[in-house]
Nanobody
């Protein structure tokens, strides 16, 4: 079992930076690939970024490449999403998710989810 708790979401202006954190419980955190998803009102939940269990492989949604960076600290059981140059279209609830070892980009392939943290970007 893995329990996930996101934090760091808030209201910011366009162009600002924000770092989200996801703290995981459990002694096997380092065995899980971690993903960040987001869901805007009226839209499907979409994959934003993912990182493999070792941190050696990452994947990103095309629209966030070059602006967002996912990283993990296995000693702290925490995964991060650094978001730079934020745009109003990045406004959404951001969710952290975990699955065994390898990054996947579809929500159905993730087994554990956090409760989400709201990110609002004003223009």
């Amino acid at each position: 079992q893995v329990q996930l708790v996101e934090s760091g979401g808030r209201l910011v202006q366009a162009g600002a930076s924000l770092r989200l954190s996801c703290a995981a419980s459990g002694r096997t955190f380092s065995s899980y690939a971690m993903g960040w998803f987001r869901q805007a009102p009226g839209k499907e939940r979409e994959f934003v970024a993912g990182i493999s269990w070792s941190g050696g492989s990452t994947d990103y949604l095309d629209s966030v490449k070059g602006r967002f960076t996912i990283s993990r600290d296995n000693a702290k059981n925490t995964v991060y999403l650094q978001m730079n140059s934020l745009k109003p279209e990045d406004t959404a609830v951001y969710y952290c998710a975990a699955r065994w070892r390898v990054v996947r980009t579809t929500r159905l392939e993730y087994d554990y989810w956090g409760q989400g943290t709201q990110v609002t970007v004003s223009s």
